[in-house]
DNA sequence: AAGTGTTATGTTATACTGTAACGACAATTT
DNA sequence: AAATTGTCGTTACAGTATAACATAACACTT
């Protein structure tokens, strides 16, 4: 489906920073947020919402369900969906439409417009705030009439991380 | 998958201009790029590209298996799959990722950046040029140390006719 | 305690989307 | 002629996602 490549554990930026921060913060950002807002986390939403946040790679749903199967061995496909689909409206995860996969929302649960950059290398999602680009989107949806429900700026390319380590690595650059 | 509303015939905008010019042009200019070129827009190639500019609709996959079987009674997946990808490759069609769709492709098939408004309601597909969001990007990506490789921007929302023709019904607008 | 409503989960089956692999065939090149 | 290339047929499968219905868990009322 895609043209990407699969992807690589390898090729993960594990020690540009302390990553197990990454996850209890988002861990305990999310339970605050549907603590307040009524709704429930529960073991399995928080163990996808876990998993997902292992890396900051794009997960796909199917690889949740087999990391997810011994513990909750009864897990299914629509286990997984329904879990994902609620953090999705929650707003502590995205999906990323290009790749049919899932990556952690750094943005504290609320809904907003995204850039995310995702690297074909190394298959990372970098979430970027982009307040011009999306003041030149609001721009030109004005121009066309155009009532925005979402705003989803997938963009594929090699992240910088990516292009240092391989900058003599022709291939990536093509 | 999507949470967008199934394809809606009714809801195509047929009325707005002569559409047959709109399928008659494209396939010419199709044609000649791939006359110039010396690839070969066969038989199977031309009729998919033919259905999928029955509409400004995008187009999935399947159905154009459906369409085409009555004509190409071998059809399999494969079939259109192929015709899809050498299509694509030539710059005559869009994936529309966020729909798992295909579109045509207006702009006589060169590469370049695009800005795909795809209405909820009737399916249709706009590209824009949006010269000055694609300059904000390029700003943003140089600023993240990205090398981009694909630009492919999807926006889904209410297109300008159905808002104008629905500026009753407070469903769309939510 | 028993009944009721709501949310979450289990379970089965199925639909939809996309690709791998191999062989047949024709056109072109060497 | 032999090799090469491109296209298509064919089979089989992999991967993605949802529908539909049953059950469980819990909170709330009576
Ligand atoms: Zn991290
Ligand atoms: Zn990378
Ligand atoms: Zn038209
Ligand atoms: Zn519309």
């Given amino acids: 489906m895609n043209t990407h490549a699969e992807p690589n554990p390898e090729h993960q930026h594990t020690s540009a920073h302390d990553?197990?921060?990454?996850i209890s913060d988002a861990l305990t950002t999310a339970e605050h947020l549907c603590a307040e807002r009524g709704v429930q986390l529960t073991p399995i939403r928080h163990k996808v919402l876990e998993l997902i946040w292992a890396s900051h790679q794009a997960v796909k749903a199917y690889e949740l369900l087999d990391r997810i199967k011994p513990l909750q061995s009864a897990a299914k496909p629509a286990t997984v969906y329904r879990a994902l689909d609620f953090l999705i409206e929650q707003g502590l995860i995205h999906?990323?439409?290009s790749l049919n996969a899932f990556v952690g929302c750094r943005c504290s649960g609320h809904q907003h417009e995204q850039l995310l950059l995702i690297c074909k290398h190394c298959h990372e999602v970098e979430e970027r705030t982009?307040?011009?680009?999306m003041q030149a989107l609001s721009d030109e949806f004005k121009q066309a009439g155009f009532i925005v429900h979402s705003k989803a700026i997938e963009v594929h390319g090699i992240c910088a991380k990516c292009a240092e380590s391989s900058a003599d690595n022709a291939e990536l650059l093509a």
Same sequence: chains 1, 2.
């Fill in 130 to 133: 982009a307040t011009e680009v």
């Fill in 95 to 97: 999906r990323v439409e």
């Fill in 19 to 22: 990553h197990s921060t990454c």
